[in-house]
Nanobody, 124 residues
Framework: QVQLVESGGGLVQAGGSLRLSCQASGRTFSNYAMGWFRQAPGKEREFVTTISASGRNTYYADSVKGRFTISRDNAKNTVYLQMNSLKPEDTAVYYC?????????????????WGQGTQVTVSS
């Protein structure tokens, strides 16, 4: 079992920044690829970004490329999502997830563990 707890969400004006954190506990964090997903009101949950178990490889949805950065600190069992130049359409509940894989994963079906989510609201 891997337990994931997100933090860092909140209300920010358009153009602003937030950094989300996801603290993992349980099994060996460095064995898991990690991902961030989000779900806006009335919409399906969607992929945002992912990082390989080592942290060397990342992948981003086109909608966030160049604005968001995923990183991880395996010594701290934590994955981060730095979000810059935020837009109102980034408003959503953001979830981190862990996949039992060395390589990054973009499909929700590949993820085994999920956090409870943290709300990000971007005002215009």
């Amino acid at each position: 079992q891997v337990q994931l707890v997100e933090s860092g969400g909140g209300l920010v004006q358009a153009g602003g920044s937030l950094r989300l954190s996801c603290q993992a506990s349980g099994r060996t964090f460095s064995n898991y690829a990690m991902g961030w997903f989000r779900q806006a009101p009335g919409k399906e949950r969607e992929f945002v970004t992912t990082i390989s178990a080592s942290g060397r490889n990342t992948y981003y949805a086109d909608s966030v490329k160049g604005r968001f950065t995923i990183s991880r600190d395996n010594a701290k069992n934590t994955v981060y999502l730095q979000m810059n130049s935020l837009k109102p359409e980034d408003t959503a509940v953001y979830y981190c997830a862990a996949a039992n894989s060395r390589y990054y994963r973009t499909s929700q079906d590949d993820y085994d563990y999920w956090g409870q989510g943290t709300q990000v609201t971007v005002s215009s």
